[in-house]
């Protein structure tokens, strides 16, 4: 029997390591993206050679109507990896109320009310899982960048509590929390302000995409059964 995933933001840095990972593991996957229409085409030219099934869906999770659009596009389902992300760097007085309103819906509300719709689908398998690309930030926390550390640490408390909850389902649920990693995200950074990031981490260097996606891939493998309500820590030994 197939197995099926659903990636959100897969047309990203992250998201599109996840998806060729996840099709090298053997999955179908629903591949959610949101502008990045070129990113998508080139993944999905990427994944060709894996001959899965392979399922672009366009959708703004900020919007019900982009929720209930991709959860009508789903039919078999045997895992969810919630990774859309939206970062916002300043002081918190600065912060504009449509921008708060913006990263709690796309990285909160959204991953609840998905995984809230998808639960059925995934109790029919009794062996579904759920991962959540949260932060370091959640972990730890982050001077001016506030609202994303409240998202990322609403995310970790949503894993915990949703774990307990399906556990006896046979559904675990769990969340990655990465470091510094090689993305978009950090292109605003200078290359000495790179470097000094990189002397703050422990093993002296940034972390990659295909990294996180490992960490995924574990969590979705058979492997992992007995692991839930966890949140593994891929940031080069940053935060412990």
């Known amino acids: 029997m197939s197995k099926y995933a659903l990636i959100t933001g897969a047309s990203g840095g992250i998201g599109s390591a996840l998806a060729r990972k996840l099709a090298k593991d053997g999955y179908s996957l629903y591949l959610h993206y949101h502008k990045n229409i070129e990113g998508m085409k080139n993944l999905l030219s990427e994944l ?16 019900k109507k982009g929720i209930e659009k991709l959860c009508g596009n789903i039919f078999a389902l045997d895992a969810i990896v919630h990774n859309c992300g939206q970062s916002h ?9 449509d921008d708060l309103e913006q990263i709690m819906k796309l990285q909160v509300t959204a991953p609840i009310l998905l995984t809230k719709h998808l639960l059925p689908k995934l109790l029919e398998r009794r062996n579904g899982q759920v991962v959540v690309i949260s ?30 909850e399906v556990a ?24 000495e302000e790179l470097e000094e990031l990189k002397q ?3 093993v ?7 990294e996180v996606a490992e960490a995924v891939s574990f969590l979705l493998s058979s492997g992992s059964r007995y692991i839930t309500g966890q949140t593994i820590a891929v940031n080069g030994g940053w935060y412990t």
Request: proline share 4%.
């Open 48 to 63: 060709a050679e894996y001959k899965h099934e392979y399922i672009p869906i366009q959708a703004d999770l900020t919007d």
């Open 200 to 202: 703050e981490i422990p």
């Open 204 to 210: 002296g260097r940034l972390g990659s995409s295909e």
């Open 135 to 164: 932060s370091i930030w959640g972990q730890t926390g982050a001077a001016c960048e506030v609202a994303y550390s409240a998202a990322k640490g609403a995310q970790i408390a949503f894993v915990k509590a949703l774990s307990k």
């Open 168 to 191: 006896l389902s046979g559904i675990t649920v769990n969340a990655v929390a990465p470091g510094a990693i090689q993305t978009p995200m950090l292109e605003n950074f200078s290359d």
């Open 89 to 97: 760097y300043g002081l918190l007085v600065d912060l504009k109320d």
